[in-house]
């Protein structure tokens, strides 16, 4: 058996992750789907040549939720190629009015409900709410043959409903935005604070990381920590705080699971799923 004949044939890239950008690519290695495109059309299209991906080969568009850094060039990627856009009937109209997507062609538009499983290019889709103020915010989860993936982005708090969508994955893409201490002593104005640290704002890493430890098992491939905050974060904290959380349950990381914090203005290579 050669070495390409054991990778997955599902596989997970991040083009962008942060608040000042996200896109994901899920699928097949020459075809598949985009979650989010919260970068330019233009970096879009330069991610997709650097990973060997034609632009034919996206399928569809999946949308986590109508805030700008994850819908920035949309209206123009999708104007130089008609690609169809799945999300919440919320964000589809967050879409027609926002400012930078107003000019979307609606027939692109496709409803997704969520808790209903469907299919897309093979892939059985679970679109789940999450607890975020953006319109209509959903997280993600994928199953192609057996290899599953939850995207879980852009999370004031983790409900039982998202809590059930991460456990059943055996890749996990997890939010990880801000440090406390850093929040707390940083430079935002206090009704930004609030904002993110509320429960319709975002995870710290401790949030993410207790989490993570409580579901834990040697069967899980992936911890990907995204989202991460440019000013209230960095990786290695982001990291640390995900080590001192499996210590405290006296935990040890099978050397089968990888974790690693997604870059934010970097390709993360192909992640086999
Ligand atoms: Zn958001
Ligand atoms: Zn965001």
């Not at 789907?33 to 060997?52: C, F, H, P, T, Y």
């Amino acid at each position: 058996m050669d070495l390409f004949s054991c990778l997955s044939p599902f596989v997970f890239c991040s083009f962008a992750s942060g608040s000042s950008g996200n896109c994901y690519y899920v699928g097949k290695q020459d075809e598949g789907l985009l979650v989010d495109v919260g970068i330019s059309a233009k970096q879009v299209k330069e991610m997709l040549r650097k990973n060997d991906i034609a632009l034919e080969g996206i399928k569809a568009i999946l949308i986590t939720h109508d805030h700008i850094d994850h819908v920035l060039g949309l209206e123009t990627l999708t104007q130089s190629c008609p690609i169809p856009i799945y999300a919440h009937p919320d964000c589809l109209q967050g879409l027609a009015e926002g400012k930078a997507t107003q000019g979307i062609d609606p027939a692109l538009f496709h409803e997704i409900e969520p808790l209903q499983p469907f299919e897309l290019d093979g892939v059985t889709i679970e679109a789940f709410p999450v607890m975020h103020d953006g319109r209509g915010a959903m997280g993600y989860y994928f199953d192609y043959e057996g290899h599953t993936l939850t995207i879980a982005t852009d999370i004031g708090m983790l409900d039982k409903v998202v809590k059930e969508q991460i456990k059943k994955s055996s890749n996990i893409v997890i939010e990880s935005n801000y440090d406390k201490e850093m929040l707390e002593k940083g430079r935002y104005p206090f009704v930004l604070k609030q904002r993110i640290s509320g429960p319709f704002g975002h995870l710290s890493n401790e949030e993410s990381a207790r989490f993570v430890a409580e579901i834990y098992h040697p069967g899980i491939k992936h911890i990907m920590l995204c989202h991460l905050s440019e000013n209230n974060n960095t990786p290695q904290r982001a990291i640390q705080c995900l080590y001192e959380q499996f210590g405290k349950k006296h935990i040890r990381i099978d050397a089968s699971t990888s974790v690693f914090p997604l870059p934010r203005h970097k390709s993360s290579g192909f992640v086999y799923l």
